[in-house]
């Protein structure tokens, strides 16, 4: 279980500040398929930071009962002058794990080949998105952050991030910030819309889908 | 109890994850990798000791100028890269902020101590080669040596801890950072025993953190030799304040550290 509770987070502005979210109140089940949805600057990505303690709430208390997994998008979780080997090296260390599993699921997923051998920074973003996947998958998590990256890829890595994460993770929560309607409407179990700073939780999708088109 | 066993565990392997990969990353694998770590000091002081010998002589006030120079350039430089590395140190690495069982104390930590085994690798080689032409005595008390490299090292983790989170909060820190560390080298201990000093210099130095680990170090080398003299307090006492002030530096700039 994931509780927000009044979570707020503002950001240094010229001489003021910019509130982003202001008292954010949320729960994530075990198992429950979240999506966030909200325009461009809404704090979709603000919120998936503060949930997997990347940066830390102006106020109000982010609570992780389960393992959550770190924000999944095109840079974060890995550093752009190592190799993806490297990379995966480092994981594996951190989180406890064999280098050589993570190695195997990463070539095989990510279908890199010999471009694992290259620093990360020479990726495109679709193959970043690959690794960026395949290895936080490696990694046994109870909840996976997803903040958008899903939607780069092409269909062969769309099918592959399904089959992986919706069918042999189906008992796994998902927090997923998206643009796509279609997604949250398939994926999610609820919905939360953020619009100014303010968050609504909607039990049903399409109704969140509908007040997010409007806004 | 298990839960500190268990947190014990993740520490050391993110300190050992990220030993390796500052090594990777600042050295890369080819030629002779981390070993570049030692090449820096061991430059400085071994120049600086041959063009000592060359303007004062074989020997002053009884030890041969090579080795002093050594033993004194050493600390010095893992003092100032270690500081200089700090700098922004939270910025550089904010990527692995998203992991959370990397803490930002981790990161300097681990700066830390690459530069101090790369200067405590460069001190026993360089001790070794000048040994083997005579140019250094065999260590009277290897206790004391150690026990000086941990005091002077202690001190400047400390010191660290606060300048790293400063740096973030003001730029102004940034620009002074190199002239201070430049000045502060007469307040070192790196030139001189504390007895060769003048009185009035002697009673000043004695709140130096850095003298008292140079001494303890020397007298660890050089024995009675130089007449060292010194007090754990000092140093002890300031590190742990500093420490302590250094750690609630690192949460303030944690709670607003913008990560990309």
Known sequence: MIQCERVTKSYPMGSGTKQVLRGINLEVRPGEHIGFLGRNGAGKTTLIKLIGGVEMPTSGKVRRNMRVSWPLGFGGGFQGSLTGYDNARFIARIYGYEYQQIRDFVEDFTELGRQLKMPVKTYSSGMRARLAFALSLAIEFDCYLIDEVIMVGDANFQRKCHSELFDKRADRAVVIASHSPHLICDFCDRALVLDGGQGRIYTDVNEAVEVYSAL | ?260
């Open chain 2, 1 to 260: 109890m298990s839960s500190f066993a268990a947190g014990w565990r993740i520490q050391r392997r993110v300190i050992g994850a990220l030993m390796i990969r500052e090594l990777v990353t600042r050295f890369g694998r080819e030629n002779i990798g981390f070993l570049w770590v030692m090449v820096e000091p061991l430059l400085f002081a071994g120049l600086v000791g041959i063009l000592w010998r060359f303007m004062k002589g074989p020997e002053e006030h009884g030890v041969s100028v090579v080795a002093f120079c050594a033993t004194g350039y050493l600390p010095l430089t893992f003092f100032r890269n270690a500081v200089t590395r700090s700098v922004r140190i939270f910025t550089v690495n904010s990527g692995l902020m998203y992991h959370r069982q990397i803490k930002i104390i981790d990161f300097i930590f681990v700066r830390v101590l690459i530069e101090m085994i790369g200067a405590m690798m460069a001190y026993v080689l360089i001790g070794a080669l000048l040994m083997s032409i005579g140019e250094f005595p065999m260590p009277a008390d290897i206790g004391a040596l150690v026990a000086g490299w941990f005091l002077y090292s202690f001190f400047v983790f400390s010191l660290c801890l606060i300048l790293a989170p400063l740096s973030e909060m003001s730029e102004v820190l940034e620009k002074i950072m190199p002239v201070t560390t430049y000045v502060m080298i007469p307040f070192s201990g790196t030139f001189y025993m504390v007895s060769w000093l003048a009185p009035q210099a002697q009673a000043a130095m004695y709140y130096s953190p850095f003298v008292q680990g140079m001494e303890i170090m020397r007298y660890g080398i050089f024995g009675d030799a130089v007449n060292a003299q010194w007090n754990i307090t000092v140093p002890l006492a300031s590190s742990m304040v500093l420490t302590l002030i250094g750690l609630v530096l690192c949460r303030r700039v944690r709670r607003r550290l913008v990560v990309e």
